[in-house]
């Protein structure tokens, strides 16, 4: 069966420091990974998706995550956080590649601060 | 292209009543699916509907559940509401059926339950 752990549930950075949230996987096939964020009282906003085709996948607002079989992790980064990023941050793993299903399952979620 | 749309936004109901949630998906998208978001559990799949048939089912009671209509609008409705039951509900849609497609959220139904 899929999951995904988000290590660490706050993360805080200061305004124009690296942003790096944490995602590690565990699947029994090849996986399909996503990273989604959501603002205060608003849906869900797709960041990026790995679907096989590079291992380092660039999204919007100046994001990009790598995925790492042999560490099975697929962390999220961008170089320069502005106050607009803070969020919070969802990693998760399509139940089935295959196209059966469109179930989708989650991590805990990253709340991501960004201090002046 | 209107993105989906969730009606209503915010509902306050009591304990024993039931509620309708309804999603509209984006034109074209003919799978929605239905996740419960609360601060203990996180994000909950409910479940999926495509085509007018549901094709995957979260591990919830009975007492929720779903339906989608021909144009591909879905609702779906919890009976004896609990306490237990409060939450943002999303929907997400996306296109046909196969391959992993981009799934895109509603704003979310808030409901309370008292």
């Known amino acids: 069966a899929q999951s995904v752990t988000q290590l660490g549930s706050h993360v805080s950075v200061s305004e124009g420091a690296l942003v790096l949230l944490r995602c590690n996987y565990s699947?029994?096939?090849?996986?399909?990974l996503f990273w989604y964020v959501q603002y205060p009282n608003q849906g869900l906003q797709l960041l990026l998706k790995?679907?096989?085709?590079?291992?380092l996948v660039k999204g919007i607002n100046g994001f990009e995550a790598e995925f790492k079989k042999s560490e099975t992790s697929f962390h999220l980064t961008k170089p320069s956080a502005h106050m607009s990023d803070a969020a919070e941050y969802f990693c998760?793993?399509?139940?089935?590649?295959?196209?059966?299903?469109?179930?989708?399952?989650f991590g805990t979620g990253t709340l991501l601060a960004v201090q002046p | 292209k209107a993105g989906v749309t969730q009606t209503p936004r915010y509902l306050i109901k009591t304990r024993g009543q039931q509620v309708t949630l309804s999603c509209s998906p984006i034109?074209?998208?003919?799978?929605v699916s239905w996740y419960q978001q609360t601060p203990g559990q996180g994000l909950q799949f409910l479940f999926e509907?495509?085509?007018?048939?549901?094709?995957n089912k979260g591990n919830f009671p009975g007492r929720f559940s779903g339906r989608q209509f021909s144009n591909s609008r879905s609702e779906m409705n919890v009976s004896t509401l609990e306490l237990g039951d409060s939450a943002l509900y999303l929907c997400?849609?996306?296109?046909?059926?196969?391959?992993?497609?981009?799934?895109?959220f509603g704003p979310g139904t808030r409901l309370t339950v008292l």
């Open positions: 034109s074209g998208h003919r799978s």
């Open positions: 699947s029994s096939v090849p996986p399909y």
């Open positions: 998760a793993v399509s139940v089935d590649a295959g196209g059966a299903t469109n179930k989708l399952i």
């Open positions: 509907y495509f085509s007018e048939t549901q094709r």
């Open positions: 790995y679907t096989s085709a590079a291992t």
């Open positions: 997400a849609s996306s296109l046909a059926g196969t391959g992993v497609n981009e799934q895109f």
